[in-house]
């Protein structure tokens, strides 16, 4: 038993990483996003 709730746990971690790590990757493209929007508009001014 406590076998299967230690592989339980791992899995659960392992799957907050990888939603975590999606997460980031969502930030960092919404970042990209504002950067190129702000740098094209001070272009034109």
Do not use: F, K
Request: aromatic fraction near 0%; hydrophobic fraction near 40%.
């Amino acid at each position: 038993m406590p076998r299967i709730l230690t592989c339980l746990a791992a899995l659960l971690a392992l799957t907050a990483c990888n939603t975590i790590n999606g997460a980031g990757r969502d930030i960092q493209s919404a970042g990209h996003a504002i950067s190129t929007t702000a740098s094209e508009t001070q272009s034109s001014m």
